[in-house]
């Protein structure tokens, strides 16, 4: 079986520029972002983007915008020798109660059969409550990241296994 590191988007590997990032100009990875995926990269960790997307069921954006946010990223990721395995989204709006929607766990575990991943081993890290207690419900050890909301959504009542500065030092705490 193999281990992966879940990662959030907003706010966790880039800024939180406040409302929906709906365009790829918009879109600004962390300074420690590329250093931790690279990290990642080299590390025997499967990489797994895990996001919840709400402005394309909300009818803000396109999913082909979203898309294109995606392919940008994932080129500059690559450009600097850092890679993600996959990209997980749910699209819904969280009025429809999908089982997709962070803390939901059916992305995850979509990830875990596709890539044969024990959850047990692996790790999720993000900077919402609802991003604990997905990694919380599929099993996976927990880091919440002091950037983005940092833990201040307060949707659920949940604590990090770990709590650390910013995706730069959950990177280097997984790794030790």
């Keep these: 079986m193999n281990h992966a590191v879940f990662l959030d988007r907003d706010g ?9 990032v709906t365009d790829w100009r918009d879109f600004k990875l962390m300074p420690e972002a590329l250093p931790a995926l690279k990290k990642l990269t080299e590390s025997d960790y499967k990489v797994m983007l895990v996001t919840n997307q709400s402005a394309v069921g909300r009818g803000i ?4 915008a979203l898309e294109e946010i995606h392919e940008h990223m994932l080129a500059e990721l690559e450009e600097a020798g850092a890679y993600v395995d996959a990209v997980y989204v749910c699209t819904h709006d969280p009025s429809e109660s999908c089982g997709c929607r ?4 059916a992305l995850i575990d979509l990830a875990a059969e596709t890539y044969d991943l024990d959850l047990p081993g692996s790790w999720f ?7 604990i207690q997905a990694g919380a419900n599929a099993g996976c050890k927990t880091i919440l990241v002091e950037t ?10 949940v604590e990090p296994e770990y709590t650390v500065k910013n995706i730069l030092d959950a990177v280097d705490l997984i790794l030790a």
């Design 102 to 105: 962070k803390p939901e766990t």
């Design 148 to 157: 983005g909301y940092g833990g201040s959504d307060k949707l659920y009542n």
């Design 12 to 20: 966790t590997i880039n800024d939180h520029v406040g409302g929906y």
């Design 61 to 64: 954006m396109s999913l082909e």
């Design 125 to 131: 890290v993000g900077d919402k409550t609802q991003d």
